[in-house]
């Protein structure tokens, strides 16, 4: 079974303080620090064991994952496994980048989110260099607010054209059409991202070949559908899997709606689903946005 895991464990902590997240600079204790650490072993030891199966992992913890070691020693053992195909993670790209020297870095990749004010930009610029020069595969992106603008923009000059850069429409922020076209001007594929997409009963290959977990095992078909499937590590989720339509009635998040059966958005990101990195960088095909947008 292909199959395609969104992981959030426990881990809420972040060493950032941006106005526009609700978990910013929050301090997980030390006991809610060793429980993250704990889950985080039992699913990695859980996806050692699914030798039959073909996987793909991504990360996406409330906190920065990476500034804590057992994230990156599990993001190294999973892309060493044969029967995982990709293992990435979200990320403020705050922490250094040598530690990926040991990952097989034709499996690893980062979603790197650039904060303005939060981190020099000559240092995350440098981080970016740096993922370059190992070979790792790697988005970057920025939060869609006016202030952000110019910053978005000197970031786009100074990246390699073959890195994509995306931009997220900031949460509760409506954008004018000329807006909008300013952010479309440096991510091509911003429309997707600027309103939210009706999903009720249309089908996604979230609770199929997409699932949510938490750190207690609990399976659902995505982070945004409380309702629960089973349980990983006692395989009861895997009876409940099987095409479904959508019970929400809008997705309004990149790591949901782009498992949408009716957007196009697995073939705009073939081979690069998880990390957000288009298919091909330079010839993004606008038409099936205009489409979307009807």
């Known amino acids: 079974m292909d199959l395609t895991i969104l992981y959030r464990g426990p881990l809420a902590s972040c060493d950032y303080d941006c106005p526009y997240c609700p978990f910013a600079k929050r301090r997980d204790s030390g006991e809610q ?60 790209l705050s922490a250094r980048t040598g530690w990926l020297t040991g990952a097989e870095r034709d499996k690893v990749a980062l979603w790197c989110t650039y904060h303005p004010g939060q981190t020099p930009y000559e240092r995350f610029l440098g981080r970016c260099r740096e993922l370059s020069d190992l070979g790792v595969r790697y988005s970057v992106g920025v939060v869609g607010l006016d202030d952000h603008l110019e910053e978005a923009r000197r970031l786009r000059g100074a990246l390699p054209d073959e890195v994509y850069l995306w931009i997220n429409a900031a949460e509760g922020h409506s954008y004018t059409d000329a807006e909008a076209d300013r952010w479309t001007a440096l991510d091509p594929l ?10 009720a009963g249309l089908p ?91």
Request: aromatic share 8%; proline share 6%; charged share 25%.
């Open 33 to 92: 620090l060793r429980a993250d650490r704990a889950a985080l072993e039992r699913f990695t030891a859980w996806a050692a064991a699914q030798t039959g199966d073909r996987l793909s992992v991504l990360f996406t913890p409330w906190g920065e994952g990476l500034v804590r070691s057992w994230y990156r020693r599990a993001i190294v053992e999973l892309s060493q496994l044969p029967h995982v195909g990709r293992v990435a993670i979200q990320t403020n």
């Open 190 to 199: 911003f429309p997707y991202s600027r309103h939210p997409h009706s999903s």
């Open 204 to 294: 996604c290959r979230t609770g199929e070949s997409v699932i949510s977990v938490d750190g207690e095992g609990t399976v659902r078909r995505c982070h945004f559908v409380r309702a629960e499937l089973g349980n990983l590590y006692d395989g009861s989720y895997r009876r409940s899997l099987g095409p479904r339509g959508c019970p929400a009635d809008v997705c309004d998040c990149h790591i949901g709606y782009v498992h949408l059966e009716t957007l196009p958005l697995y073939d705009v990101f073939a081979g690069g689903v998880l990390e957000r990195i288009p298919a091909r960088r330079q010839t993004l095909d606008l038409s099936p946005v205009r489409l979307a947008e009807r």
